[in-house]
């Protein structure tokens, strides 16, 4: 029996220069970007555009293969991450 998966953690890249007054943050594993004023905004953003996604994915019933190509990505050697509480997805 597999244990549900409770928390995904996914690496995350922020730019460190802002670009016209914002600071982007990207999930290259998802293919997200999202913006902020601070790298803590645009990270926080990123977060919960990753978590609507992966409720978005839950309704349409693809969350599990998206899980699994997620597994099969390599580690990369970023130093931010965003965390998904997957048991509050909708």
């Not at 922020?14 to 990270?43: F, K, M, N, Y």
Request: proline share 7%; glycine share 6%; charged share 25%.
């Amino acid at each position: 029996m597999t244990t549900p998966l409770r928390k995904l953690r996914l690496a995350c890249r922020l730019d460190p220069e802002p670009v016209q007054g914002w600071i982007l943050a990207h999930c290259e594993a998802l293919d997200l970007v999202s913006q902020g004023r601070t790298p803590e905004q645009a990270r926080s953003l990123l977060q919960e555009e990753a978590r609507l996604y992966l409720g978005w994915a839950k309704e349409l019933g693809i969350l599990a293969p998206l899980l699994e190509r997620l597994a099969a990505l390599p580690a990369g050697g970023e130093a931010a991450f965003i965390d998904i509480d997957m048991t509050k997805l909708n």
